[in-house]
């Protein structure tokens, strides 16, 4: 499923507009967005929460030519999923 | 931040009423969640892809008592931040 099957399922199932629910689902991630710009922790009941690790810099090579590479310290969003999704998910299988 | 805040941002930019903005917030993430309990991909341009891995069983410890176990096989949801939302972060 991407952003525009989203779109779409959300229209249909809140009987909203596409118009309307693409500005739903925007200000949803954008909000998502803005929140891990800002380090901010995200925490949504039921699905996961969402934290900025930080990462050293580091000297790493490239795997194809061996050559050294500086790797510039970083930060990337985690995400950890919530109780109940963490369960419906590995479920599914039995 | 937490959903009472994106229920405000959507009550803020789409002029639904508070109530109506959590029923639209609550149905997004519905969706996902059962697109992803179905084993199905979520990918999200400009923010990131949701995915199910399974993962083998595996040998494991109790770190308490030592005692060798056998952690069965299971599915897990991982999420892979876009490029886009790397670059933004890091930029």
């Known amino acids: 499923m991407n952003k525009s099957e989203l779109i779409k399922a959300v229209a249909e199932k809140g009987g909203l507009s596409m118009k309307v629910a693409k500005e739903v689902v925007h200000t949803f991630f954008d909000a998502h967005i803005d929140a891990i710009l800002e380090d901010e922790r995200i925490e949504i009941r039921g699905f996961g929460s969402f934290v900025n690790k930080k990462y050293d810099s580091y000297t790493g090579r490239n795997p194809k030519t061996g050559e050294k590479i500086h790797v510039p310290e970083k930060k990337l969003p985690f995400f950890k999923v919530g109780k109940e999704l963490k369960f419906r998910v590995d479920l599914e299988d039995d | ?91």
Request: proline residues 2%; aromatic residues 6%; charged residues 35%.
């Open chain 2, 1 to 91: 931040m937490t959903k009472s805040d994106i229920v405000e941002a959507v009550y803020q930019n789409v002029g639904f009423t508070k109530k109506r903005a959590a029923e639209v917030v609550n149905l997004i993430l519905d969706t996902m969640k059962d697109a992803l309990e179905d084993g199905e991909k979520v990918k999200i341009s400009g923010f990131g892809n949701f995915e199910i891995r399974k993962k083998d069983a595996r040998k494991g410890r109790n770190p308490q008592t030592g005692e060798e176990i056998t952690i069965s096989e299971r599915r897990v949801l991982t999420f892979k931040p876009s490029q886009v939302l790397k670059e933004r972060l890091n930029g």
